[in-house]
């Protein structure tokens, strides 16, 4: 069984390309999520960088010990670079990290001539905390608790989430303080929902995913703007330019397109509510059984046989997927 390494970093702003790295934290876990080893860095401020200040407010890293440090930023690279190899082969875990801690430290790996590719690579893989944190609040929200703000949303920052839930012994904001959060939070849900962890962390392969998202009807949560939305999925085809997967809604019967042209089935699909979604595999995403949707009644308006009948007609159906697939194929 690989390790697990959670991880977090602080940086002198938000943007994943000209942002830099000013301290990172990491714990290294066996796959009960027992402590193996752990590093926290903090590194020297490029000359030619110039720190968001709200950024240096919220992590209160002291100025003088990222301007007078004498632990470069190539220093600091090399050394995460070094000490994800040496704990490898693992799957790298942050809070939110697929969108921005991912590409915050590919960027900074290419800058200084590192592997940006090294957390996917030699059977290395990576999630999402906060995906799998989404997951068990929307379905389980008596085990994995959150607080609703003003609009009815789940509040699912790092440090509510963990206060909600017990977890305060922690400084939040600082990257170790995080990364002990994460932790912790991963070993609640491990705890409280077994089953969700284990599918989430051993389907985090792009190859996994690729090879097994034809065979079956499934369940994907998708947030948008702070919402959760579920969707019950069939696998269609890759797209074209993208690869992404377009996978077809399920609750809605894919057979009337037969009879549509070009123009209206791709009307048809775009519209609001789109009927395809597009899934990017290499994203790490957590696909679900699709009798996880037994948990929710609003999600039981179909039935599992027509769920099932009309997976087999897209499965079987080469029409249906020629016609889909040259829509996406006619505006590359």
């Given at each position: ?103 915050v430290i590919r960027n900074a ?182 009798e996880i949707k037994k948990n ?36 590359i």
């Amino acid at each position: 069984m690989r390790k697990i390494i959670f991880y977090d970093l602080e940086t002198t702003g938000r943007s994943a390309y000209w942002d830099q790295i000013i301290q990172i934290a990491a714990i290294c876990t066996d796959e009960h999520l027992n402590v193996l080893d752990e590093m926290n860095l903090i590194g020297k401020l490029n000359s030619f960088s110039i720190p968001d200040p709200e950024a240096l407010l919220v992590n209160k890293i002291p100025i003088d010990s990222i301007v007078k440090s004498n632990f470069t930023n190539y220093n600091l690279i090399s050394e995460i670079s070094h000490k994800f190899s040496e704990w490898g082969p693992a799957i790298f875990i942050g809070y939110n990290s697929i969108k921005f801690d991912e590409e915050v430290i590919r960027n900074a790996f290419f800058k200084n001539l590192f592997d940006p590719y090294l957390t996917v690579k030699n059977d290395n893989t990576r999630v999402d905390l906060l995906d799998i944190t989404r997951i068990a609040n929307f379905f389980y929200p008596d085990k994995i608790k959150s607080l609703i703000n003003k609009k009815g949303s789940a509040i699912m920052k790092l440090e509510s989430i963990a206060h909600t839930n017990g977890i305060k012994n922690f400084t939040a904001h600082d990257a170790m303080g995080d990364t002990y959060a994460s932790l912790e939070l991963a070993r609640l849900i491990k705890n409280q929902i077994p089953e969700l962890w284990d599918k989430s962390i051993m389907q985090s392969s792009k190859v996994q995913l690729e090879a097994s998202i034809p065979s079956k009807p499934f369940c994907y949560l998708e947030s948008f703007f702070g919402k959760s939305k579920l969707f019950c999925l069939s696998f269609v085809g890759f797209h074209p330019k993208y690869k992404w997967a377009l996978c077809f809604d399920l609750f809605e019967d894919p057979k009337k397109i037969l009879d549509m042209n070009k123009s209206d089935i791709y009307a048809f699909l775009e519209s609001s509510p789109k009927k395809i979604r597009k899934i990017k595999l290499n994203k790490s995403p957590i696909l679900l059984d699709v009798e996880i949707k037994k948990n929710l009644d609003e999600y039981n308006v179909v039935s599992d046989d027509v769920l099932l009948e009309r997976h087999n007609f897209i499965s079987t159906n080469q029409e249906f997927k020629d016609k889909v697939l040259s829509c996406y194929n006619d505006i590359i």
